[in-house]
């Protein structure tokens, strides 16, 4: 069972459904480097250090990826960008930093959406928001559930190839998992084979004790499984 929740409910060692989709439904990623952006994002923004990216990343001249970030906020399980939305899955477990009263699950997402808002409005000259509201987040309290949206994250970019795929199923289910297996705008290959730095991003350690990581067939199985979820 999933239960939407406000996010002043979010607590400490648990796992979450986070995700959000343009204003209006617009597209928030327009081409490759937006895509690149948001995903440097999801690394450095995991993290209590303050940061400008063109000053951190651009005019120091170093990865993204190599940036000292300290200890991190959230442990990222998976993750995926749509053209028009995003979803992850995450858990909290600085401890510390929920007695100081200081979420990190909101303060991580608060730091990613300001971020790119701020590169987006910039790179394309526009104002105002970009983003539908605050994120918005499911909790995962079930072992089936965690199993769904794990799949479901990374089953999403079939959307693009097959836009009815949940109403229909997969008309054509070589197409979509050699698709998904090229799909770099998720953490699908971090899983299932191919070594990249944007790995460093999710945090393997912190998948539930029931959950094989490696599973691929598993994952595939749910490729028929329809849903709501936008």
Wanted: hydrophobic share 35%; aromatic share 16%; proline share 2%.
């Amino acid at each position: 069972m999933c239960m939407s929740i406000r996010d002043k409910s979010l607590i400490a060692n648990e796992y979450y459904h986070i995700y959000n989709r343009g204003n209006g439904k617009h597209e928030i990623f327009l081409d490759e480097e937006d895509y690149d952006r948001f995903i440097k994002l999801l690394y450095i923004c995991n993290s209590e250090n303050k940061f400008v990216f063109r000053e951190s990343i651009i005019e120091s001249k170093i990865d993204a990826f190599d940036f000292e970030r300290g200890e991190s906020l959230v442990s990222v399980i998976s993750w995926v960008l749509m053209p028009n939305h995003f979803h992850i899955v995450l858990i909290s477990h600085r401890s510390d930093l929920w007695e100081k009263e200081i979420n990190p699950i909101t303060e991580f997402m608060r730091k990613v959406s300001t971020a790119y808002v701020m590169y987006f409005n910039k790179k394309y000259e526009r104002t105002g928001s970009l983003f539908e509201g605050k994120f918005k987040s499911r909790y995962i309290g079930e072992e089936n559930y965690f199993n769904y949206i794990f799949s479901y994250v990374h089953l999403n970019p079939i959307k693009l190839i097959q836009s009815d795929w949940k109403e229909k199923g997969i008309l054509d289910k070589k197409k979509a998992q050699d698709y998904l297996r090229e799909y770099k705008n998720s953490s699908f290959q971090d899983y299932f084979g191919r070594e990249r730095k944007q790995a460093l991003i999710i945090d393997k350690n912190f998948t539930p004790e029931y959950f094989i990581c490696n599973h691929v067939k598993d994952l595939f199985k749910w490729i028929d499984v329809k849903d709501d979820l936008q």
